[in-house]
């Protein structure tokens, strides 16, 4: 994060996105970290892990201490890599705050991976990918303890991840409560109880807050024009879209854009 810093002499860039995944280790900082249009402060020991398109900018009010890994989808891929953080999560839930002790033992697997990129011996990949791994297997044993979910499905897998799975493909599609429940073969009521009890949300809002995210997302990033937009999303009536986007953003889809004019990278 020092070096970032210094390149760009400590001037915050400009809201932008990235094909491939960002994990960034926060030792210590001040200021703010802005993902996919919210703000998380920043301060000590914290984790985020910024999945390809996520729209996000670095404020800070001084010389951060931190680290900053990037790889590509395929490169977890290669080398059997997974982590809950790269699920699909509900919108704002962006950073893992963790305990100076928990910190220190990945900053040292950060270490071992930066001494294996500078020497690139024989099976160097190799080497990075498992220390890489080691890095999502205790942010993954840190999520387990955190945030335990007694709702699930027969399958096994919590009804929490099966959803924010299904919203994530089929947002486009799907809009409403009933259609998800069908889905994911579950009565709308048992789905609405295990996404509250997780999240403190209703699965109306989870659903509203996604299109809201990937419509700033496009109009910050495209040239769409508000009727292309409610056609991409699945609206049948540009006009209705156009309200609920005022609704959920306290814009126009006209003032959004001109608000952000020139903050794309």
């Not at 030792?27 to 920043?42: C, P």
């Not at 027969?154 to 998800?180: I, M, P, R």
């Not at 109880?193 to 209703?202: F, L, M, P, V």
Request: hydrophobic share 35%.
């Amino acid at each position: 994060m020092e070096q970032i810093w210094d390149d760009h002499n400590g001037q915050p860039d400009e809201p932008h996105r990235h094909s491939y995944f960002t994990l960034v280790l926060v030792e210590k900082a001040k200021g703010e970290h802005r993902i996919d249009f919210q703000s998380i402060e920043l301060s000590q020991y914290q984790v985020f892990l910024l999945k390809p398109d996520q729209v996000h900018q670095l404020i800070t009010k001084e010389r951060p201490i931190g680290h900053v890994l990037v790889f590509q989808q395929q490169f977890t891929l290669e080398q059997a890599i997974t982590c809950k953080l790269a699920n699909p999560r509900p919108t704002g839930d962006a950073c893992i705050q963790l305990s100076t002790e928990k910190f220190l033992v990945l900053k040292g697997y950060v270490k071992r991976i930066a001494e294996e990129l500078k020497k690139q011996d024989v099976f160097f990949e190799a080497s990075v990918g498992a220390w890489l791994k080691l890095i999502f297997v205790e942010l993954d044993r840190f999520i387990e303890t955190t945030e335990p979910n007694p709702h699930e499905t027969h399958s096994g897998h919590s009804v929490y991840q099966h959803f924010f799975d299904a919203l994530e493909k089929h947002y486009t599609e799907l809009h409403k409560v009933n259609e998800y429940a069908q889905l994911m073969h579950l009565s709308a009521s048992y789905l609405q109880e295990a996404i509250s009890a997780q999240t403190g949300k209703s699965v109306k809002t989870h659903i509203q807050e996604k299109l809201a995210l990937e419509a700033k997302r496009k109009l910050l990033f495209s040239d769409i024009s508000g009727k292309e937009l409610a056609f991409d999303l699945g609206f049948d009536d540009p006009a209705h879209f156009s309200k609920f986007f005022k609704k959920q953003t306290g814009f126009s889809i006209t003032a959004f854009k001109e608000a952000n004019t020139g903050n794309r990278t």
